[in-house]
């Protein structure tokens, strides 16, 4: 069955602590993204990236990081230095920039 | 960056009620998608549609992109209709997708 597969569900974190939220895809998208959202609000950018092994900041960068080192995978770190990282985060990916996006069905993170 | 705006922001329907909602954006377009987000944050993608007409079953979707709009119609409205829809947009040049802030909707029986 294809699509995005984002694990765990549902995740928490102490203060201090790094955690990684996994994202695979089996489309044969070049195209991956990571997004975040508060309660009431719309999807704000992250991160994305366009091709292995390269990605570029999006709107809200700050306190995150990724890899790209696989087509299929996109993990997304939420390191100590976010300080509100508690969200609704949702991962997708596309063949390029102009064709659809297509998600993943989210991690909710909150904070210990 | 390009700005989206939805209307109206919240929407309370009988079934079997008609609905449209609106989406403006701020600049030219490749990609406009709308999506509906149910209850448990699942995204659910309802139309690709940069230009033109779309429909697929009782929804059907209308982008004029020289005016820098689209809308979302949806048809004798059923109460798994209720969640937020979104619209969003890829800036000409972009690579991302640019959210609206939603229209949340309620179909009560």
């Known amino acids: 069955d294809g699509g995005i597969t984002q694990s765990p569900k549902y995740l928490f974190r102490k203060e201090g602590q790094n955690v990684t939220l996994s994202c695979e895809q089996n489309?044969?998208?070049?195209?991956m993204y990571w997004y975040r959202q508060d309660p009431g609000q719309g999807l704000r950018l992250i991160y994305y990236?366009?091709?292995?092994?390269?990605?570029q900041k999006g709107d809200i960068a700050e306190g995150y990081s990724v890899s790209r080192e696989k087509k299929e995978s996109f993990p997304l770190t939420v390191t100590s230095a976010q300080k509100n990282p508690t969200a609704f985060y949702l991962c997708?990916?596309?063949?390029?920039?102009?064709?659809?996006?297509?998600f993943g069905d989210g991690t909710r993170l909150s904070i210990l | 960056g390009i700005q989206v705006e939805q209307s109206p922001p919240d929407l309370i329907l009988q079934e079997g009620a008609n609905s449209t909602l609106r989406c403006n954006f701020s600049?030219?377009?490749?990609?406009l998608q709308w999506f509906h987000q149910n209850p448990w944050g699942q995204l659910i993608n309802l139309f690709y549609?940069?230009?033109g007409t779309k429909q697929n079953g009782r929804l059907s979707a209308t982008t004029v992109a020289t005016e820098r709009y689209s809308l979302l119609y949806i048809s004798s409205s059923q109460t798994t209709d209720s969640g937020v829809y979104f619209c969003?947009?890829?800036?000409?040049?972009?690579?991302?997708?640019?959210f609206g802030k939603g229209t949340s909707l309620l179909v009560t029986p």
């Open positions: 997708a990916s596309s063949y390029q920039g102009d064709q659809p996006q297509h």
């Open positions: 489309l044969n998208h070049d195209a």
């Open positions: 990236s366009q091709i292995v092994n390269d990605f």
């Open positions: 600049d030219s377009v490749n990609n």
């Open positions: 549609i940069p230009s």
């Open positions: 969003a947009v890829v800036r000409d040049s972009g690579y991302a997708l640019n």
